[in-house]
């Protein structure tokens, strides 16, 4: 059994960058930070657990609807996902590891 990761990078822009506010319209819902949950009970591949890492100046956010229609059609392009929230450096289109 391997691991699967699917997700969206980009470089954030200024220091209000809110990242909730960008996974909430991606998701199209209200969001919450959870605790740290038991392994088995998350899964980036159900649609309302969504993983965000921020490491410095880049942000990673992980969730299968997010990145889906991009990951099954692969001639689409992220650009236009990034650009709906002012987001102009794209690190990578789609992460899939």
Known sequence: M?????????????ASFDVTQIVAALTG????EIEQ???REFDI???SDVMVQVFDEICFI???DI??????????DAVDLYRGFGLTEVVHGVLSL
């Open 29 to 32: 819902e209200e969001l919450s």
């Open 2 to 14: 391997g691991v699967a990761l699917a997700g969206i990078a980009f470089r954030v822009q200024t």
């Open 67 to 76: 990145v889906w229609d991009i990951l099954e059609n692969p001639k689409n």
């Open 45 to 47: 591949r159900n649609h």
């Open 37 to 39: 949950p038991n392994q």
């Open 62 to 64: 992980y969730n299968n």
